[in-house]
């Protein structure tokens, strides 16, 4: 286990445009979409923030709270989008740690439930996420699992 660095990007503004390309480098979401949700959470437009974890000044792990991650449910909000963490640093409990910062910080804002979608089966569970239904993602042609977490 590293010595990371785990922080709201409203602790770190500066690694905006940093963590706008990371975040589109692993999804593939144009970075501009990441930079308007990220500015309108560091000026103060939303609750719904940003997360990563650093090794040094390298971003290894991130995550974002967004009103829908692009599937059916429009009711079924804030999502947790884009939980990513670097291959070579998997397995230390990183996303874990950040699925658990976004739990806390949420419910400190009052906003609970929170959900997600995910292909993964077995994972969120580890980290109090309980499986909720099945949801049609936008424009994918299989059902994905979403996920609930009550705080």
Excluded at 50 to 65: E, N
Aim: charged share 25%; with cysteine; net charge negative.
């Amino acid at each position: 286990m590293g010595n990371y660095r785990y922080l709201k990007l409203t602790e770190g503004p500066a690694l905006k445009d940093e963590a706008a390309t990371w975040f589109h480098n692993k999804w593939g979401v144009p970075r501009e979409a990441y930079l308007e949700c990220m500015d309108a959470y560091l000026n103060h437009e939303t609750e719904y923030g940003w997360y990563l974890c650093l090794d040094g000044r390298k971003i290894i792990g991130g995550m974002g709270v967004i009103e829908n991650d692009f599937h059916d449910r429009k009711d079924l909000a804030p999502n947790v989008c884009a939980v990513y963490t670097e291959e070579d640093y998997r397995g230390q409990g990183i996303a874990g740690k950040l699925l658990n910062i976004v739990v806390t910080d949420m419910k400190e804002k009052g906003i609970s439930p929170i959900y997600l979608i995910t292909d993964h089966i077995g994972f969120y569970e580890r980290y109090g996420w309980k499986f909720l239904c099945m949801v049609q993602g936008d424009g994918e042609p299989h059902l994905s699992r979403m996920y609930i977490h009550r705080g």
